[in-house]
């Protein structure tokens, strides 16, 4: 599976939309974009996963460059439950393992 | 539907010690796995199963033992614990393209 690059950290006001960064410069032709998060102390949760067309859910919307080596998370309208950390992570669609790095920590603030 | 159940919540052990981390889910789900959380860091695998009878080792599988003996159940073994195994672990399932996370065991070895 193709590795992921994501910054350590951002912030985000209250109300306002987040974009978050993923670079996945050696994804192949085959391999998804998958997000989660992990809300402090539990379990990760799915948000969003993608091939090459941008792709929107109720939670998130998923834009990934037409190159396909970097894509961004969106969440239209922030609020302080988002803060988490949100992983990007490269895998075949039905690929058995998530790979995870450190993810990028996103704080909400009033 | 319950999703996927961890017992216990929080465990200490002594050095030396052996216990039995519970996973279930009720989803009917083939696929099941284990990762530890090690602080301000992802997660990584431990074991998987892609169906009952079925195991396999994950990037970190020393100093575990796990069985799938059923669809619902995936017990994970420490059978000498040391302090290195103090982490948080999370079961997880999955079928078809997203997996599904309990809300973790953490554990402390002193």
């Known amino acids: 599976d193709a590795k992921t690059t994501q910054p350590p950290s951002m912030d985000c006001a209250e109300g306002r939309a987040a974009n978050l960064p993923c670079n996945h410069s050696?994804?192949?032709?085959?391999?998804?974009v998958y997000w989660y998060r992990q809300i402090h102390s539990q379990g990760p949760q799915y948000i969003i996963h993608?091939?090459?067309n941008n792709e929107t859910n109720e939670m998130a919307s998923l834009i990934i460059t037409e190159d396909r080596k970097s894509s961004t998370l969106i969440l239209p309208h922030a609020t302080l439950r988002d803060t988490a950390v949100y992983y990007c992570?490269?895998?075949?669609?039905?690929?058995?393992?998530?790979?995870f790095g450190a993810g990028t920590i996103l704080r909400v603030k009033s | 539907n319950a999703g996927v159940t961890q017992t216990p919540k929080f465990r200490i052990l002594k050095i030396g010690q052996s216990m039995t981390l519970q996973c279930t889910q009720d989803m009917n789900h083939n696929y099941m796995y284990w990762y530890r959380q090690d602080p301000g860091m992802g997660l990584k695998l431990i074991y998987y199963?892609?169906?009952?009878?079925?195991?396999d080792k994950g990037e970190v599988p020393n100093g575990y033992n796990v069985s799938r003996s059923t669809t619902e159940d995936f017990p994970l073994r420490l059978e000498l614990a040391a302090p290195s195994q103090t982490s948080v672990y999370f079961c997880?399932?999955?079928?078809?393209?997203?997996?599904?996370f309990g809300s973790g065991t953490r554990l402390t070895v002193v």
């Open positions: 199963s892609v169906g009952a009878g079925i195991t």
């Open positions: 993608g091939l090459k």
């Open positions: 050696t994804i192949s032709g085959n391999e998804y």
């Open positions: 997880a399932s999955k079928r078809s393209l997203v997996h599904t």
């Open positions: 992570i490269v895998m075949m669609e039905y690929g058995n393992k998530l790979v």
